[in-house]
């Protein structure tokens, strides 16, 4: 909570009634992304924020995947390879949007979504309030004047707190989707 972007995010939040103090912020915050829930057949294998922000290999397939600084420093120690990419946002300054293809340490991802050139913290923010906003739905937003939309998912089979779901994924997807 020490960046702009999340106190902006928790102000906003709070002005919708969404919460009641920061600290119920926060720690819904650590349960939605870094609460562990199973994908396969192990009790406790996977998070939101890992599935998002690190990627996953589940039945011989990336998954997840989203975040561009992790690709870029996987390419650059020569375990990502990527295909072919499409440059999706319209604008002409960061952050931007990039579509692509690309195997990840023998494993294949058909395909993926990023931002480029944007802050962990301002996609944190931004996945966080789609998801609390409109869970399991696609969420127009406007960046820079430019309609966006980001798509979340929720993790159905497992909850925490009083019946609420965990993050299961959340990527920037083409606003015309």
């Given at each position: 909570?020490?960046?702009?972007?999340?106190?902006?995010?928790?102000?906003?939040l709070?002005?919708?009634?969404?919460y009641?103090?920061?600290?119920?912020?926060?720690?819904?915050?650590?349960?939605?992304?870094?609460?562990?829930?199973?994908?396969?057949?192990?009790?406790?294998?996977?998070s939101?924020?890992?599935?998002?922000?690190?990627?996953?290999?589940?039945?011989g397939?990336?998954?997840?995947?989203?975040?561009?600084?992790?690709?870029?420093?996987?390419?650059?120690?020569?375990l990502?390879?990527?295909?072919?990419?499409?440059?999706?946002?319209?604008?002409?300054?960061y952050?931007?949007v990039?579509?692509?293809?690309?195997?990840?340490?023998?494993?294949?991802?058909?395909?993926?979504?990023?931002?480029?050139?944007?802050?962990?913290?301002?996609?944190?923010?931004?996945?966080?309030?789609?998801?609390?906003?409109?869970?399991?739905?696609?969420?127009?937003?406007?960046?820079?004047?430019?309609?966006?939309?980001?798509?979340?998912?929720?993790?159905?089979?497992?909850?925490?707190?009083?019946?609420?779901?965990?993050?299961?994924?959340?990527?920037?997807?083409?606003?015309?989707?």
């Amino acid at each position: 909570m020490k960046t702009a972007v999340m106190k902006e995010l928790y102000s906003f939040l709070r002005h919708q009634n969404r919460y009641g103090s920061q600290q119920e912020f926060v720690e819904d915050l650590k349960n939605m992304w870094f609460g562990l829930y199973s994908r396969g057949n192990e009790e406790g294998d996977s998070s939101g924020f890992e599935h998002v922000f690190s990627g996953e290999v589940k039945k011989g397939k990336v998954t997840g995947f989203h975040n561009w600084i992790r690709f870029y420093l996987q390419e650059k120690e020569g375990l990502l390879d990527y295909y072919s990419h499409n440059y999706d946002g319209p604008w002409d300054s960061y952050p931007d949007v990039l579509a692509m293809q690309f195997n990840w340490d023998g494993y294949y991802k058909e395909v993926g979504s990023v931002f480029i050139g944007s802050s962990p913290e301002f996609e944190f923010a931004l996945y966080s309030l789609c998801f609390i906003t409109r869970p399991g739905k696609k969420c127009h937003l406007s960046l820079g004047g430019y309609p966006l939309a980001i798509q979340t998912y929720t993790w159905d089979k497992t909850t925490y707190g009083n019946g609420k779901k965990y993050i299961a994924t959340a990527y920037v997807v083409s606003s015309t989707q």
